[in-house]
């Protein structure tokens, strides 16, 4: 039987390519920056956040927030993977691949970067450079200035981050973390 390690690297490895896929297909976009968030996004989105991909909306579920936004397409791989329910134009689908492969298209919902405008799930914040979303999440976290749509979300919800290492690369340097008795969120 596979260990849990296993079977992590080897869905990371399947939605990694797909990301892959979907990028060379728009001829455009960030797959390497995806690449680099593969084991982590398969760890929380197939087994540590509280979700149903069939209502991802729904305000008691987990959120992320990628703070490289454009590390977005291996998101959107893992979603279509999974089959997570989205609103392109207003309308609910299951999104699939071939949902995936229009990353980009002027006329998809499948943004080149994380796009709450869309009815794409997750996404409550527009990121793209690096450090974008980290400010964000810390805000929502921490109470300030969260989308009215989530008024119940520190109550339910769990914020997740999604970072890479060259966050903070660009001169954006924050630094967020919670007190030791796992209170009130501090911004440094």
Same mark, same amino acid.
């Given at each position: ?123 409550? *914040?527009?990121? #793209?450079?690096? /450090?974008?979303?980290?400010? !964000?999440?810390?805000?929502?976290? &921490? =109470? ?20 890479? *290492?060259?966050? #903070?690369?660009? /001169?954006?340097?924050?630094? !967020?973390?919670?007190?030791?008795? &796992? =209170? ?5």
């Amino acid at each position: 039987m596979p260990t849990f390690d296993q079977v992590v690297h080897a869905k990371a490895v399947e939605i990694g390519k797909l990301a892959v896929r979907a990028t060379t297909a728009a001829g455009s976009g960030h797959p390497t920056t995806a690449l680099s968030l593969a084991h982590i996004v398969t760890v929380l989105m197939y087994h540590t956040m509280r979700w149903d991909p069939e209502h991802p909306h729904h305000h008691g579920s987990d959120r992320l927030v990628l703070s490289e936004g454009h590390a977005v397409p291996i998101i959107y791989a893992a979603c279509a993977d999974i089959g997570v329910t989205f609103y392109p134009g207003g309308k609910c689908k299951i999104m699939n691949v071939d949902d995936l492969m229009t990353l980009r298209d002027i006329k998809s919902p499948i943004d080149g970067h994380p796009n709450p405008q869309v009815g794409f799930p997750f996404f409550d *914040a527009a990121t #793209g450079s690096l /450090g974008q979303g980290l400010s !964000a999440s810390a805000g929502w976290g &921490g =109470g300030k200035g969260r989308p009215s749509r989530e008024a119940d979300l520190l109550h339910f919800g769990r914020r997740r981050i999604a970072r890479g *290492a060259g966050v #903070g690369g660009d /001169g954006f340097h924050c630094r !967020a973390r919670t007190d030791e008795r &796992g =209170g009130d969120l501090q911004l440094q």
